[in-house]
């Protein structure tokens, strides 16, 4: 084996049979030709890839690898770590892209001169797009040796795809590959916070403002703020993690259209601690989009105390978020917009009250945005957005707050359950970015840049539950407490006496309905043993097909865990992931029989005509019997006994997991199924009928206290 060839672990391996480990840790048992380890440790070995992949050839498992998953595997096996393979192949697809002629010429030679020839090239490239001073290091020949395969390969990947998808995805692959190595800004908030900044700009332009031509993001990450940030723009960023610097500087590179300046806009990316040492001292941009570092008691409390841009205050060692806030207010010019991503507790935290209260008194805090919990990590806190502009001249404060709470955006869980369950899946983005930029277009154009009394158009702001315009007066107490929740009582549950005179309609048809769905007495019957079968064996004779829910990433809607144990409509949106990704979500179609993964509870759900082409979401697994040799009600019927999950499920961990391959049902005549499945469609009617019942008793009673609280309804 060379001694640069690339080594692929059991998981990897795994990826590209299109198998689990479980099935790659038996070949290794039974079979005595498996490839032998050549690295890694004990517990988890790794495999040369040549290897590997002659012998999935040869045992009739592999017809041939996918280009994409033949690239990824080299980039993840590369000696020099994954990340250092992903900056050569950044650099190398920059090249591809710029230069196509040039790279073809350098390609026809050998590996070995390749390697000597490539370092120049790339230096010519890097040198146009970030100057002399970069965070992307040309890296020498000694240090591409090892890359020239990987390099091919992606060129090959991105004629394939295009230069941008090729990058996109292998830099996808790694962050999943190391989920709490980053911090992620998932796509759409980056959209909405982008958007903020430009609705405030486009008020700007309405009063005679520039638009805005430099941005700023301060805590950089994967770049997926600047990535967000659309028209001619000149954009500025620093991160203090150097690997991480470079990949947000290729990644942003490859999605500009060409050259730095060929599209109108220029990228500058620099590496370092923001807070400690600043990059651009000197710079004054119309807007910053930052997601800062939250909770960091290491930010330079101590020797930064006399810091001039401690404005409006001198933070607390708790309050890094506060530091931030400022940094960000002093980069922008007058008049210019910043958007932050901020935990709720820098809001109502005692310790930034003074912080918080100057910046009200100045007008620099223009809007909080409550959003719902599981728009970005940390997926269970519900985060907020804050707006501030930079105060100047020309810009009288607006003496109001604009506060919003999108958290109705995720629909509740039914029942007991929080609004928090399943938070990512169940988040409505079009509905949030309706409700943020709909206040805040209003709330703009009603002060403008002037500044106003506040007593027009604020009809338009003011939404119970939803937005409203806070006169700053009314929040400068002992607290300044600045969390929406706290300022935006929700509207009465019921919605009115009428409206409860129509939900208690709807309950009385609905408990004559279930009464009338009610089982008839169970007759009973012999015990009769019948030879069962597995769905595994079912799915390896083709009477049904298995596969595993995603993350919904198309248009349609998503079919969640939480809509299959609540039995409701398909409620989650389609998020995009953290880079675009080629997997197409899975469509469910009508008689598709789906199972939830975790849990151990007996539930499942038979697809109909109102579900289908709803994308099947994460933790789900789908059952797609043939109708001519399995009906689906029976299937799905069968599949529900509690001793058929207990046996088919894991407990090896604190959640229990159900491998829906072990379940078993009876081996009967389709007309025998057919008369099993009528049975369970009753009992399914049934049930569905029994939850309407409860959600409507559960609404009626939460509308009766509330408006016999808050005087909307009378007592009798």
Known sequence: MPESSTEVTAAGIARLAGVGRAAVSNWRRRHADFPKPVGGTETSPSFALPEVEQ??????????????????????????????????????????????????????????????????????????????????????????????????????????????????FLFGRQLDANPRQYTLTPPDLAELMAELAEQDRSAGRRSGA??????????????????????????????????????TALRLAL??????????????????DTLRADAFPRLGVDAVLCHPPFNE???????????????????????????????ALARLREGGTAVLLMPPAAASRRSGRRIRADLLRRGALRAVIALPAGAAPPYGIPLHLWVLRKPGAAHRPVPELLLVDTAESTEPATGTGSAT???????????????????????????????????????????????????????LDDDVDLAPARHLPPPASGGGAAELIRVRERLDDTLKLTARLTPPPAAPSDLV?????????????????????????????????????????????????AVPSEDEPLLLEPGDVVVPVLGGGSVTRVVDEATAGAALGRNLQLLRPDPAALDSWFLAGF?????????????????????????????????????????????????????????????????????????TVAPK
């Open 421 to 475: 369950a399943g938070g990512r899946d169940r988040i409505d983005w079009t509905a949030v970015r309706s409700a943020a930029l709909g206040a805040w277009n209003a709330f703009t154009e009603d002060r403008g840049t002037e500044g106003s009394d506040g007593t027009d158009g604020t009809g338009r702001v003011d939404r119970p539950g939803v937005s409203r315009a806070v006169p700053v007066i009314e929040l």
């Open 297 to 327: 008691r290491n930010w330079g409390h101590d020797e930064l105390a006399y810091d001039p841009r401690w404005e409006y205050g001198f933070p607390a060692r708790t309050e890094s978020e506060l530091a931030w806030v400022q940094h």
């Open 255 to 272: 999605h500009s259209d060409g050259p730095a300046g060929a599209d109108g806009g220029t990228l500058t990316v620099r590496t370092g």
């Open 55 to 168: 012998w999935l050839r040869e045992q009739g498992k592999l017809a041939e690898v996918p280009l994409r998953e033949r690239v990824w595997q080299q980039l993840s096996g590369h000696p020099a770590g994954a990340v250092t393979a992903l900056i050569h192949a950044g650099c190398a697809l920059l090249l591809v892209r710029d230069r196509p002629t040039a790279w073809l010429e350098i390609t026809a030679v050998s590996d070995a001169r390749m390697a000597r020839v490539l370092p120049g090239a790339l230096d010519d490239v890097l040198t146009v797009h970030f100057g002399a001073e970069r965070a992307v290091h040309t890296p020498d020949a000694s240090d591409l040796a090892p890359s020239v395969p990987l390099l091919r390969a992606a060129a090959e990947l991105a004629a394939a795809t295009g230069v941008r998808k090729a990058f996109e």
């Open 639 to 711: 599949l529900r006994g509690t001793a058929n999950n207990r046996q088919a499920s894991s407990y090896a961990s604190t959640a229990t997991r159900l491998d829906a391959r072990r379940l078993q049902l009876p081996r009967l005549p389709l007309a025998e199924q057919q008369r099993y499945g009528e049975q369970f469609r009753a009992l399914a009617a049934f049930e569905d009928a029994l939850r309407a019942a409860g959600r409507l008793g559960g609404r009626l009673v939460q509308g009766m206290y509330d408006g016999l609280t808050d005087g």
């Open 210 to 247: 520039q638009p805005a031509r430099a941005v700023l993001d301060p805590a950089a990450g994967t770049g997926a703020l600047l990535r967000a940030v659309s028209g001619p723009t000149a954009l500025y960023a620093q991160e203090a993690d150097p690997e991480l610097a470079a990949l």
């Open 529 to 577: 043993r019948r030879p069962l079968t597995t769905v595994g064996e079912l799915a390896r004779a083709g009477a049904l097909q298995l596969r595993t829910g995603g993350s919904g990433s198309g248009t349609a809607p998503v079919l969640t865990e939480h809509d299959v144990l609540a039995g409701t409509a398909p409620s989650g949106s389609p998020t995009a992931p």
